[in-house]
């Protein structure tokens, strides 16, 4: 419940399903950003990771080996989410990669934290960024449904894809 379809649709055509509730997205949707200067990308909105994904929990599994030939990961974290650690939440995504290919854990990845217009404790999303910034990693903060970041995410992903060379992040490197 993260916003993963919220942002798909907002920067692309894509219509995926959208619910107020967790786990919504079943099969992966594409969609085609257009980052203007003659700029686009494909994005594409994965089901959600529970634990265990790597060992056949949930849908995940089932579309992990699918993330392999994607250049950069976005790691939604839903800022609204009183409930859950963000740091625990990211670091719970991880796990599950790293668990299922040691290869999806390395790749280049981006931490986005969504919902912003609903934040009611900033203080949890600012350890998250204070986290990701002891890590050397990007932390943006987005919301896809008012638009506020969502320019500049589109805007940063499109710099980093052209400034990246195509073999960094992807399985068939060389």
Known sequence: NAGKSTLISRVSAARPKIADYPFTTLEPHLGVVDAGDFRSF????????????????????????????CRLLLHLVDGADVEHDPVEAVRAIENELGAYSTKLVAKPSMLVVTKADAIQDEARCERLRAWAQERGRECRTISAVSGQGVPALVQRIADWIERTPRDVGTARSG
């Open 42 to 69: 494909v994005i594409a909105d994965i089901p959600g990771l529970i634990e265990g994904a790597h060992e056949g929990a949930g849908l995940g599994d089932r579309f992990l080996r699918h993330i392999e030939r």
